[in-house]
């Protein structure tokens, strides 16, 4: 299949924001599919937050997210008295030209975070000056939502379609097996709470991506055949049928945690291009896959890459051997800087490793870093 022709992501530059310095800035250059990998504590998973952070803020609940998170001490490098401000850029790009949305975050009494700057680029081909506005600062919630200047409204759309996902909590209370009510948004929600409602949602609209996504499951789990997605009394659970000739219908607590989790991963990936996120951000979606599962896994991810830029955040070597090392960052606590750092890897630099290794026979001999020291 051909890419098509989009405005992505092109550049993500973080400062003071956790375990990233406001002096050492992370940033991240970004092509199709973007695998960040290191070991535990390297800051993988803060670099993912960041983007959670960013759904809030297009959400009007960034004062939520703060709470949440543990005030301002808990997001701030080292907390308010060594940083006392973060900032975020994000640079969007397509053939003619380039969005750049910055903006500073402030500490501010009692341990809160508070927006004190927001500025928006366009600068267009060919073009000398770009167009540059400095919103007016709202404080409490981003004013990049409010605005009603068509370039910021541009640029909030692009950041809105950037969705972080999550299905650790596989457990009996967890969201991926719980009864939804069928009446709920035409997308997958970030922690699969509406994962049976979605899949009902694409078997009556999107049928080829619903079928897709059953030959997939069905591929990991031989003794699926189909789910079997009735509503009652306005809410619908995740049954499914096995491929003998019972009529006896699971429930979704008769899935195994990797199961469960391989079927949310199938249903955000395998959706069709009308209802897919323009950026997909995922955290370790390998726990608890089995490696076939992972080799489909890899099959999705760069299916998905088609219409859709995806970030992986990842430890796992199985699911890196499947990609180019040109997809892949390592993310390392940088000993001098006591902060995390980004490589992007290339592969120019390991042309000669890589006729005789594989990715993940370079990461666990060290070579390409991102090993725990």
Known sequence: MVKTLRTKLQE????????ISFDNPVTLKLGDVNILLGANGAGKSNIISFFQMLSYMMSKAFGKYVEISGTSSALLY???KRTPVMSGELKFADKKSVDTYSFDLTNARPDRLIITEERIVWHREREEKPYEVALE????ESALVESGDLVAKTIC???SSCKVYQFHDSSAEGPLRQVCPVETSNY???HGNNLPSFLLFLRENYKNSYNRIVEYVHDVIPQFQDFYLEPAGGFVSLRWMDNSASDYRFNAYQFSDGSIRFIALAALLLQPVQTMPKVIILDEPELGLHPYAITQLAEMIKDA???AQIIIAT??????DHFDIDDISIIEMNKDTQSTS???????DYHLWLQKYTVGELWDKNIIGGRPV
């Open 342 to 348: 980004v490589t992007h890897l290339s592969d120019e």
């Open 78 to 80: 080292y907390g308010p």
């Open 315 to 320: 430890q796992s070597k199985d699911l890196v």
């Open 305 to 307: 890459s088609i219409h």
């Open 157 to 159: 759309q692009m950041l």
């Open 12 to 19: 993500v530059t973080i400062r003071g924001y956790k375990s």
């Open 137 to 140: 600062p709202n404080f409490k």
């Open 188 to 190: 997958l929600q970030s």
